[in-house]
């Protein structure tokens, strides 16, 4: 299993930005897909976005399109999240996960991913 560490998380205000990051520790990053959730207080973790292992193929949910870019750097084991315009209903802890697969497909469910981080925490004010 891949360990998986977010960063980045903090306090913004509404239309403001966040670039959060997710290092995996191994040699074999460039074999995941990788995902990002979130999780609000009382509510399921949700889906946000997901990259296959080669960054070919990118897919987020309708909520997010037009504000939030996945992108990764497997020479820097490291999955990205840039968010931009954020909004109060942002507000959530976001956790990266990793899949191990090199099939071209969209994994958007978390049952999906074996491998979870400890989350990080992105608080938007209005």
């Known amino acids: 299993q891949v360990q998986l560490v977010e960063s980045g998380g903090g306090l913004v205000q509404a239309g403001g930005s966040l670039r959060l990051s997710c290092e995996a520790s191994?040699?074999?990053?460039?074999?995941?897909?990788m995902g990002w959730f979130r999780q609000a207080p009382g509510k399921e973790r949700e889906f946000v976005s997901t990259i296959t292992w080669n960054g070919a193929s990118v897919y987020y949910t309708d909520s997010v399109k037009g504000r939030f870019t996945i992108s990764r750097d497997n020479a820097k084991n490291t999955v990205y999240l840039q968010m931009s315009s954020l909004k109060p209903e942002d507000t959530a802890v976001y956790y990266c996960?990793?899949?191990?697969?090199?099939?071209?497909?969209?994994?958007?469910?978390?049952?999906?991913?074996?491998?979870w981080g400890q989350g990080t925490q992105v608080t938007v004010s209005s």
């Open positions: 996960a990793a899949k191990i697969t090199r099939v071209q497909a969209t994994y958007i469910h978390a049952h999906d991913y074996a491998s």
């Open positions: 191994g040699r074999t990053f460039s074999s995941y897909a």
